[in-house]
C-alpha cells in the first residue's frame, strides 16, 4: 500500500523568508511519480510539478525548488523568498504506474507567509 | 476556456435525502476523480472512471454514487445513507499518456453542508 506523510500540519513564517515543506512517502512500485499540487483559499488545486521515479535530477522554477531522494523515500519542497501569495495549503502525491491513474494525497501543510 | 466545472458551490442537504454534485470538463480527458476532503485532512478517493460507462470505487465509496454516461460528465450523488456527508468536494480530471501521466486538473469544489 502507498502512503504520502506531510508531518508539518502548518507553517508560519514572515515574508522574504525561505521555507521548506516535508514529504515523505511509501510504495512498493519501482516506477511511480510524484507530485506537488498547491490550494490557494479559493479552494481548487493547482498542479506544481510531477517528478518520476528515475529522475532523481532537483529542479528549480523560480523561487520554488524540489529535491527528490529515493535513498529517503523524500520529495521536500522549497520556496525562496516567500511571498505573500504563497500562502495556501500544499499537498504531496504520489501515483503508482500501476493503479490506473489514481493518487494518493498526504493531508496537506498549511502555510501561513506574513507581511 | 478549458476546465473542469462543478456545481453548486455550496449544497445544503436535509436528513434523508439525496443530492447530487455536477461535474463537467471540456479537456477532453479519458479519467476522472472524485474526492472528499475534510478540514485538516488530505484528498480521499470516492470514485474514479478511466473511460465513458465504466468506473471504480475508491477508499471511501460507501454512501456515494455515480455514473459516466458522457466523456465530459461524472456527476456524484450523495445518498442519505452517507450519514456524515459535510465535507468539501473536489472533482478532477487527467489525460492518459505518459507526457502528462497522472498529473491531474481540479474543479473549484463543492461545499456540501447538512441542514
Known amino acids: 500500500a502507498q502512503k504520502v506523510t506531510q508531518a508539518q500540519t502548518e507553517i508560519s513564517v514572515v515574508e522574504k523568508e525561505d521555507v521548506t515543506l516535508d514529504c515523505v512517502y511509501e510504495?512498493?512500485?519501482?516506477?511511480?511519480?510524484l507530485f506537488w499540487y498547491k490550494q490557494p483559499p479559493s479552494g481548487e488545486l493547482v498542479f506544481l510539478i510531477r517528478?518520476?521515479?528515475?529522475?532523481?535530477q532537483n529542479e528549480i522554477s523560480g523561487r520554488y525548488s524540489w529535491n527528490f531522494q529515493k535513498s529517503t523515500s523524500s520529495f521536500n519542497f522549497t520556496i525562496t523568498a516567500s511571498q505573500v501569495v504563497d500562502s495556501a495549503v500544499y499537498f504531496c502525491?504520489?501515483?503508482?504506474?500501476?493503479?490506473?491513474?489514481?493518487?494518493?494525497f498526504g493531508d496537506g501543510t498549511t502555510l501561513t507567509v506574513k507581511p | 476556456d478549458g476546465g473542469i466545472t462543478q456545481s453548486p458551490k455550496y449544497l445544503f442537504r436535509k436528513e434523508g435525502q439525496n443530492v447530487t454534485l455536477s461535474c463537467e470538463q471540456n479537456?477532453?480527458?479519458?479519467?476522472m476523480y472524485w474526492y472528499r476532503q475534510d478540514p485538516g485532512q488530505g484528498l480521499r478517493l470516492i470514485y474514479y472512471?478511466?473511460?465513458?460507462?465504466?468506473?471504480q470505487k475508491g477508499d471511501i465509496a460507501e454512501g456515494y454514487s455515480v455514473s459516466r454516461e458522457k466523456k465530459e460528465s461524472f456527476p456524484l450523488t450523495v445518498t442519505s445513507a452517507q450519514k456524515n456527508p459535510t465535507a468539501f468536494y473536489l472533482c478532477?480530471?487527467?489525460?492518459?499518456?505518459?507526457?502528462?501521466?497522472?498529473?491531474?486538473?481540479f474543479g473549484a469544489g463543492t461545499r456540501l453542508s447538512v441542514l
Open positions: 478532477a480530471s487527467s489525460i492518459r499518456g505518459e507526457l502528462a501521466k497522472n498529473i491531474q486538473y
Open positions: 510504495t512498493r512500485d519501482t516506477t511511480y511519480y
Open positions: 517528478r518520476n521515479s528515475f529522475d532523481e
Open positions: 502525491a504520489l501515483s503508482e504506474n500501476t493503479n490506473a491513474g489514481k493518487s494518493t
Open positions: 479537456l477532453n480527458h479519458d479519467a
Open positions: 472512471s478511466q473511460i465513458v460507462n465504466d468506473f
